[in-house]
């Protein structure tokens, strides 16, 4: 079973929407404060109806990130994503298919047209992450 696939299962237990909507911006409120100063242009994540913001980097082939955002909403998956994704090597975040979570949870559906796109923007922008991490260790 895939890290995804436990994920999946864990999620559909909580019942309704309201629940996991209300588990995700738990999330979102134990989500550790991101300093003001790492809220640049440059950590911004492009594409994210409310500001959201990503400072991720490696250390020792391991991948870790503090994030933010405007909305509750916003820092619950941000929450999310960092659970998955901190902690693994830039092959193991390649692995992680965050937008099969949420096609199979139901998720997608859920959310609006807006913060579908923004869901959309923080899995390219991991994915570009592992992938210049990939390039740099192949030098």
């Not at 047209?113 to 923007?121: D, S």
């Not at 390219?124 to 740099?136: D, F, N, P, S, V």
Request: glycine fraction near 8%.
């Amino acid at each position: 079973m895939t890290v995804i696939d436990q994920l999946v299962e864990d999620f559909e237990l909580l019942g309704d929407w309201d629940e996991r909507f209300n588990y995700i911006m738990d999330l979102g409120e134990k989500l550790p404060a991101m300093p003001e100063e790492d809220k640049t242009d440059k950590t911004l994540v492009q594409g994210c109806t409310s500001q959201s913001w990503v400072k991720g980097w490696f250390t020792d082939g391991k991948f870790d990130f503090i994030a933010d955002s405007e909305a509750l909403m916003g820092r619950g998956m941000l929450a999310f994503a960092r659970s998955l994704y901190a902690g693994k090597t830039a092959e193991e975040m390649l692995a992680i298919d965050l937008l099969d979570f949420a096609t199979r949870t139901g998720l997608m559906e859920h959310l609006t047209p807006t913060r579908q796109k923004g869901l959309h923007a923080l899995i390219m922008l991991l994915r570009k992450l592992a992938t210049e991490q990939q390039t740099l260790a192949a030098k």
